[in-house]
């Protein structure tokens, strides 16, 4: 019993290290992935030379770019216009995937809104360096239109619309109340990018999952676990959300000194200050 008990217990444990383990398991395909970031240098709480930063640029922006292509040309029947971004447990790098890749889109000249429905821990705001204010929760409760309600950000081309101020009656009308919002919204703006809670602590993500075009997981390498992100993909299934894949956070990445010549200027990213792991 002891024995099988270590070998479940090691099995439930199993960090993920590679994206290769994720495509190996059949669960999942890794359709990208993001290079390694050390949250307190990106964060702004360590010196960084001009070179690191232009490395973290370069190496962002590759990344993200070839993950906003790959949905752009994806096959299906009609071009994507609503995206949420989750993961199966907190602090797998959510919140970066889904700044980063409405600020992909906005960077092509369409106009991106980036919705923060975790409304149990948002940080979109932060991401962005706004202030707090409401947003989505004031919106499922009609306190505010949406032409209130979604405020411009830094970067040309997108908006937000933070998760503003959860009360005891938020989480039912995430079911009940958003799919309007959502239609609304669309008329709006050319593509949604939207940040949920994640898949296995709250049911939001399959909630608001059922309302959009198509799905990302955000996977964190050695810190993820194999079996919670099967189970992750199994309940959204379950439910009809449909995943077009897995973004890989936290993969080592070099970038040669030749590619940093050709940079011939420093990107204004706003978010490249503030990297959080959500």
């Known amino acids: 019993v002891t024995i099988l008990g270590v070998a479940f217990w090691d099995m439930q444990s199993k960090r993920v290290n590679n994206s290769q383990e ?74 970066t995937v889904a700044s980063q890749l409405a600020a992909s889109f906005a960077r092509t000249g369409k106009r991106t809104l980036l919705i923060d429905a975790d409304v149990r821990n948002p940080q979109q705001h932060v991401v962005l360096g706004m202030p707090f204010q409401k947003g989505l929760c004031d919106l499922l409760r009609s306190e505010g239109t949406t032409d209130e309600l979604v405020q411009p950000t830094p970067a040309e081309n997108l908006w937000l619309l933070s998760a503003g101020n959860r009360d005891a009656n938020t989480d039912q009308m995430l079911g009940t109340a958003l799919s309007p919002i959502i239609d609304e919204l669309k008329t709006k703006f050319d593509l949604i990018v939207i940040d949920t809670g994640p898949v296995l602590t709250c049911a939001d993500a399959m909630l608001v999952g059922q309302l959009v075009d198509t799905t990302l997981l955000s996977i964190m390498r050695d810190v993820s676990r194999s079996p919670k992100v099967a189970d992750a993909c199994e309940r959204l299934r379950s439910v009809g959300v449909q995943i077009s894949g897995g973004v890989m956070n936290g993969d080592v990445m070099n970038i040669r000194a030749s590619d940093l010549e050709l940079e011939s200027h420093v990107s204004d990213d706003p978010q490249l200050e503030q990297q959080p792991v959500a």
Request: positive net charge.
């Open 22 to 95: 994720i495509t190996d398991s059949g669960e999942l395909r890794v359709i990208g992935s993001l290079p390694l970031l050390h949250t307190r240098r990106a964060a702004g709480l360590l010196p960084v030379s001009e070179i690191t930063k232009r490395r973290i640029e370069l190496g962002l922006s590759r990344s993200i770019d070839s993950i906003r292509t790959s949905i752009l040309f994806a096959k299906s029947n009609k071009p994507y216009e609503t995206i949420m971004i989750t993961s199966a447990l907190a602090q797998e790098g959510k919140t």
